[in-house]
Structures are given as structure tokens and as C-alpha cells.
């Protein structure tokens, strides 16, 4: 057989985002907040109107494009991704809630891009601005198919809450111009951009569009990577040639996962961000085409960042070089970088993995990092971002080092390369196609995540809906309950998170047993009716986490998680010097809600014990006695609340004995 013979791969289906409300108590502040602040917030930033922030000019650039300003092109050579995302974000919105104001504003960005859209398809604006001569000659190192991904991506997004084709359009007269240069035929490069993206929003164009070259050419650029003759090796002797330059310092391939074919690949390498990217186009891939082999590949790979590159709060990434994984179980806490885009990405694989699979593993990483590695990434007000997440923080130090993300222990309002901002927005504002997945040859509907929230879906062509009520994450109790006009057999498939260690299933008051459990997913079948209610209940108590003895940083240490929210320690609530306190082997921690604390969170508090230092130890910087321990009140919050009061030491980590 094969590495690519078709093996009857049965994807389960996502729910269409405009067929989910979410009401939830956690949840639908933030994502209102999304919508009513972080919007405007971000637009403002796209525009350069945030006192005090990095300048973006990103709305100008597009303006320098299309010939209606004067000025230099001004940014990162990926400018142009941060409205993509801007604008996908805006579409997730209006698909819940039709706002004119908004979308007169996102119609006329939409018209600024046709107006900067060159006559033969092309759109973008650095090259446009600055080297309308070059386009697709550094293609390793400046982004150009990275920027159309993320606006193909916006623009599948508007259309869809829309149904305005302007902007899908535009798009797509430019992916037939992408197609006419890139391919297997003479005169066509046989390259692909060094951050892979396109290659996933080529496929959510496909499947907007029906046009089926728009997969093909995503095929292409994932199967292309890695090929030899290297292509950025034969670009670089193009592009030298020409510029009359030699000789100069190049990154390793790996940094752009095309060291080898991907079907190759057995470990994540470099880059995190663009690695789960490139894995998300796999896994879309393997689902269309039904490819067993590209899955194959997707596996092997999901289970080295899970199995050994990735931190306890879902993060990935460990390495403020190159941003990128480094080695099996390198997972420093004070140099963690695990960029915020990277935690997103993950979740965008998990997901599509969580389709093709249909395995519990996957959504407990998405639930995961997106509790923790990602909503880190944002401030609570929605005003202010963290581009790294490391999981121990001495301010004291920062100052005094020189990797980039030590002095940023306070989230910042913008940054000059701005990836992060727009993409939690977007994250957020479509988090409603993450918590179910339909499953229609087996008449199966799916929960995977537990977020109060209302389900339209079919049962052989009739309506049901499915009301879904929880405190989650904060308490271990769900409730699931069906709206039909006629009775209809079909199957709900619930998670049981692999954080739990006992759950109870209750339908109609009645605690009963599962007809099965498959993956971590109980099975329910039934002729359900009008009315019928599921009662589930996770026991939710606090847990020592343990790291594998391989993890160098974390031994003699344990994390705090509760659920699936991973804690930390901040000096506000335990003093300075957190790694002195130590936690007993068998320490108790209570768990209660602080309505007035950080928005509303669930804290820990319990005791542990630090050293006391006698004072004619005073002022000594060493000693051959052991110093007294004494017992201290310990508090504990949510990890992704942290550096929203004071600047001050954090820490995940817990010496214990």
C-alpha cells in the first residue's frame, strides 16, 4: 500500500460558527470584550492611534499601495498579516451578530485592498511600496505567501458571515495569480514561502470557493517543502546573482520544517509557530484527501511535541532563538518563550487532529492551551499583550539579560511585529466552532469542550438544538439539554477529560453508564426527546503536577492544576523570593472563587513553608548550616491571570519535599 493510498478516513464535521451561541459565565465576557473593545482597540493600533504604542502603519501601507498617499512603506515586510487577521476577526463577529458600523468599516478596508490589488491579482504592499521589482525573489525570508494566507482566511471568514463575495473575490482572482506561478509545469517555481500559512487558508478557500485547484496548490506547497534540489538554495544563488552578493549567513532548514519532505518528518523542528501551521495544512490535507499516509505524519509529529516539547500550560516553543523547539524535554521556565501564536497554532492543529481521530487526546491539549498558553497572551481588559509566556518571571533580572523576552514581565499595548494581538482576537471571537463536531453517517453529535453555549444541528433533515450549562472551568458539573419536534435516535458523544479522575453521567436524574466509551468519549445513544437532559459531573480536585524526570528545570518541583487551569504563584500574594517556598508531598490546597479578584477566579490557598535566615547568617552569602523552615500561607491563581495587578516574581513551578 501506498504512503498516500486513501484508507476511508471518516473526518468528524465542524459546526458551522453561526449555528453556535455561547452563554457562558466565563467565556461570553471575554468574547464580548473582543468584540466591543479589542475591535476598535486593534483597529485603532492598525492605524497607528494608541498613545504610547509600537507604530503599525499598517492601514497606511495599504493606502501607499493603492497610490492614494505619499510616504515610505513602514513595518515588518508581514505587515499586511495583522489586518488579515483583524479582518477574520471582524467576520468571526458578524456571524454572531450583525453590527452595521463595523462592517461598513471592514467593507471599506475591503475596497482599499481591490484598490491596492495589482491588474493581475497580485496584493501586497511592502512589495507593491518598496520593491514592485521583486516580487517572489526571497520567498525564505519575507513572507509574501505567508501575508495571502491570512487575508484568504479573512476573507473566507466575511463571506461566510456575510455572504459578501467583494473580498472572497478579490482573493481568489489572487490565488489563480499565485497558481500561474508556482507549480510543477516549465516557468513555474517549484517553491513555497519560508512561514508556512497559505497553504492551510488555500484550503478553507477551496472549500468556499468549490474551486478545487485552490487544494491542489495547497498540495503542492506541502508536498514541495523539503524536495531537493533545495529551493531556497537555488532561490538564494538567483537572488545573489542578481544583488552581486555572496557568502551570507542563512538559517538551517529545519527552522523552516524543510529539512526533508514532511511526509518524512518524525520530529518537530524549528519555528514553532510556523511548524503547527504547516502540521494544521497537513492534518486539512490528510482529512480532504482522505490521505492516511499525511496523517501517519501528523502523528508522529503531534506525539514529540506532546510527549516531550511541550510546557505544562500547553505552550510550545521553549527557545527564544529562532523561537523554536530545540531538544526533547528542553523546557526551561525563566527562558520559556512560548510565544503566544505558537499556543494558538496548537489548537488549530488539535482541532483538526480531534476531527480525523476522534480521540480525546487532542481535545484535552486544545482545552489545555487554550486555558492557559493562550489566554496568558491577553491582558484582562483586552488592552495589552504578551508575545512570550515564559513560566517563571525575576523581574529584578530582567535588565541585566539579553534575550528579548526577560524584560517583558508587564504585557505590552502593541509590539512592532504584532502577530499575537490579532491572532488571540480571532481565536477568540470563533471559539464557538472548537466545543462540538457532528459526526452525520453515524447520526452523532460531539461535545469537546465544556462552554455554556446552544447548538443547532440536524437529525435526518429536522432540527434539534442542544443547551449546554456549566461554571466551567471553575466547577466540574455540565448540563446538556434537547430541544426536538419529534423524538429522534441518534448518539451524543461527551468528553471525559482526561484531567478527571472520576465522572458520573446522570440522564433524566438517573445516574447511568455509558453504552460505551471510545477514545475518552462516552457514547449515548438513544431515542432522545423534547426535554431529555444529561447531567455530567468531573470531579475537579486540585493536583500535584510532576514533570518527567528528563525535564532538568522542574526537578524536586510541582505545578498546581485544578481542572483544566494550570497555577502559579505571584509575589503580590507570597512575597518576593517564590523559590524558596517549598510544598510537602502531600499538601492540601482549598479551592474557592474570588468574585472581586482578576475578573472573577478560582484561587488556591494552602500552606507551605520557606527558609528563615538567622541573623548572624546574615550576611553571609554561604553557610554549612541548614536554615529553619518555616510555615507560610501559600495562594495560588490561574496561570493566564497573571501580571494583570502589580509587576512582580511569578512562578508555575513549586519546590516540594
Known amino acids: 500500500m501506498s504512503q498516500t493510498e486513501k484508507m476511508g478516513l471518516k473526518p468528524l464535521q465542524t459546526i458551522p460558527l453561526r449555528q453556535v451561541a455561547i452563554q457562558d459565565d466565563f467565556w461570553s465576557d471575554r468574547l464580548r470584550n473582543v468584540i466591543e473593545t479589542v475591535v476598535p482597540y486593534q483597529w485603532d493600533a492598525l492605524n497607528d492611534a494608541i498613545p504610547g504604542a509600537e507604530p503599525s502603519h499598517t492601514i497606511e501601507n495599504f493606502r501607499l499601495a493603492a497610490g492614494e498617499s505619499e510616504g515610505e512603506y513602514y513595518g515588518m515586510v508581514f505587515q499586511d498579516s495583522d489586518l488579515g487577521k483583524w479582518l477574520e476577526t471582524v467576520g468571526f463577529a458578524l ?23 495589482r491588474p493581475d491579482g497580485y496584493l501586497n504592499s511592502y ?43 478579490i482573493m481568489c482572482r489572487y490565488a489563480d495569480y499565485i497558481g500561474t506561478v508556482f507549480g510543477s509545469n516549465p516557468g513555474q517555481k517549484k517553491g513555497y514561502d519560508g512561514h508556512p500559512e497559505v497553504e492551510l487558508a488555500l ?58 519532505p514532511v511526509r518524512e518528518q518524525k520530529t518537530a523542528e524549528g519555528h514553532s509557530v510556523r511548524a503547527v501551521y504547516l502540521y494544521s495544512a497537513m492534518a486539512d490535507l490528510a482529512a480532504v484527501n482522505q490521505d492516511a499516509g499525511m496523517l501517519e505524519a501528523c502523528k508522529e509529529l503531534w506525539n514529540d511535541v506532546v510527549q516531550r516539547k511541550m510546557y505544562v500550560t500547553g505552550g510550545i516553543g521553549s527557545s527564544a532563538f529562532e523561537e523554536r523547539f530545540t531538544v526533547p524535554y528542553d523546557l526551561p521556565n525563566d527562558r520559556a518563550y512560548t510565544e503566544t501564536c505558537a499556543a494558538i497554532g496548537l ?53 541585566f ?27 477568540i471571537t470563533s471559539l464557538g466552532q472548537y466545543i462540538y463536531s457532528a459526526n452525520d453517517e453515524e447520526r452523532e453529535l460531539y461535545t469537546h469542550l465544556y462552554i455554556g453555549s446552544k447548538v443547532q444541528f440536524e437529525v435526518d433533515g429536522k432540527p434539534v438544538q442542544l443547551s449546554q450549562e456549566t461554571d466551567y472551568p471553575w466547577d466540574g458539573q455540565a448540563a446538556l439539554q434537547l430541544s426536538l419536534e419529534m423524538p429522534a435516535e441518534f448518539t451524543l458523544s461527551v468528553r471525559l477529560p482526561g484531567w478527571c479522575r472520576k465522572s458520573v453521567i446522570k440522564v433524566g436524574g438517573v445516574e447511568t453508564e455509558a453504552d460505551r466509551i471510545e477514545n475518552g468519549y462516552a457514547k449515548l445513544k438513544r431515542t432522545w426527546k423534547d426535554g431529555d437532559r444529561i447531567e455530567l459531573s468531573f470531579d475537579m480536585h486540585v493536583e500535584m503536577v510532576r514533570a518527567h524526570p528528563n525535564v532538568r528545570e522542574n526537578a524536586g518541583k510541582v505545578a498546581l492544576q485544578r481542572g483544566p487551569v494550570v497555577f502559579c504563584l505571584e509575589e503580590i500574594d507570597n512575597g518576593s523570593n517564590l523559590q524558596d ?41 554561604y553557610t554549612t548550616q541548614p536554615f529553619d523552615m518555616v510555615s507560610v500561607p501559600v495562594k495560588a491563581i490561574p496561570y493566564f491571570a497573571w501580571s494583570n495587578r502589580v509587576p512582580g516574581e511569578m512562578t508555575v513551578w513549586i519546590r516540594s519535599r
Open 95 to 117: 456571524s454572531k451578530e450583525r453590527n452595521p458600523e463595523l462592517e461598513k468599516l471592514a467593507d471599506e478596508v475591503i475596497e482599499l485592498l481591490g484598490r491596492a490589488q
Open 127 to 169: 512589495y507593491t511600496v518598496k520593491e514592485p521589482d521583486a516580487r517572489w525573489t526571497n520567498l525564505r525570508d519575507y513572507h509574501e505567501l505567508y501575508c495571502a494566507g491570512h487575508l484568504m482566511e479573512a476573507a473566507v471568514a466575511y463571506y461566510e458571515a456575510t455572504g459578501k463575495r467583494e473580498f472572497l473575490d
Open 203 to 260: 484550503v478553507k478557500l477551496y472549500q468556499a470557493s468549490g474551486n478545487r485547484s485552490y487544494l491542489e496548490l495547497s498540495q503542492f506547497f506541502v508536498e514541495e517543502r523539503g524536495r531537493q534540489p533545495h529551493f531556497f538554495d537555488e532561490e538564494e544563488k538567483e537572488r545573489d546573482a542578481a544583488q552581486g552578493q555572496i557568502g551570507r549567513k542563512k538559517r538551517r532548514y529545519d527552522y523552516f520544517q524543510a529539512h526533508m
Open 347 to 399: 489548537v488549530f492543529w488539535a482541532q483538526r487532529m480531534l476531527q480525523l481521530e476522534k480521540d480525546r487526546k487532542y481535545a484535552d491539549v486544545m482545552e489545555l492551551a487554550l486555558y492557559n498558553g493562550v489566554l496568558s497572551g491577553i491582558s484582562l481588559d483586552g488592552k495589552s499583550y504578551f508575545y512570550v509566556n515564559p513560566l517563571e518571571v525575576w523581574p529584578d533580572t530582567a535588565n
Open 401 to 427: 539579560r539579553n534575550d528579548m523576552h526577560s524584560v517583558k514581565v508587564k504585557r505590552q499595548p502593541w509590539f512592532g511585529c504584532a502577530c499575537c494581538p490579532p491572532n488571540i482576537a480571532r481565536l
Open 581 to 621: 517556598i517549598v510544598l510537602s508531598g502531600d499538601a492540601q490546597f482549598d479551592a474557592h472563587y474570588e468574585e472581586q479578584l482578576l475578573g472573577g477566579v478560582t484561587v488556591l490557598t494552602g500552606i507551605g513553608s520557606r527558609s528563615v535566615v538567622p541573623p548572624e547568617s546574615s550576611g553571609s552569602l
